[in-house]
């Protein structure tokens, strides 16, 4: 186990699918100290603004002296714009920055990783959607909207 995975250890869903990078639901302000101790640089949060949290969003993050990008996904398929604008982060991201990818549970931020993992990363669709559901993915919706804009993009 990971360093940056230990320091989000009771996370919901917590994971590492890549080096560098942990994902799950949402981190308190320990785990963002923890996460901070462990050499991660930015939280990348899509939750909405107006979603109850335990901590002062984006306050919290950044006297943690983490980066803070939120680009928001709600429980339902969204605009295409939102996963460039991910996987844009993610990609930037990759072998220089740790991050960690959060939603409320895992749900959400598991949909959403699926089109960096099939475009960016080389998964298979199977590899990426069975990834996505250990990360916590449980919603239809959101897998079907993901894959088809992996579609869209590799049209």
């Excluded at 429980?75 to 990759?94: F, M, N, Q, W, Y």
């Excluded at 996505?132 to 993009?153: C, D, H, I, N, P």
């Amino acid at each position: 186990m990971s360093q940056l995975l230990d320091a989000i250890a009771g996370v919901p869903n917590a994971a590492e699918p890549l080096p560098g990078l942990v994902m799950g639901g949402q981190p308190t302000a320990a785990h963002l100290a923890r996460l901070k101790q462990a050499g991660c640089e930015i939280v990348l949060d899509i939750r909405d603004p107006m979603e109850p949290r335990p901590i002062r969003v984006p306050d919290d993050v950044r006297a943690a002296g983490l980066e803070y990008v939120n680009i928001p996904v709600g429980h339902s398929r969204g605009p295409d714009e939102t996963l460039d604008g991910i996987r844009a982060v993610l990609a930037a991201a990759a072998g220089k920055k740790k991050v960690m990818f959060h939603c409320a549970s895992g749900n959400r931020s598991a949909a959403a990783i699926i089109p960096y993992l099939i475009l960016e990363q080389g998964f298979t669709q199977e590899d990426a959607v069975d990834t996505a559901m250990r990360l916590g993915l449980r919603s239809a919706e959101l897998m079907e909207w993901a894959l088809e804009y992996v579609q869209k993009k590799k049209a």
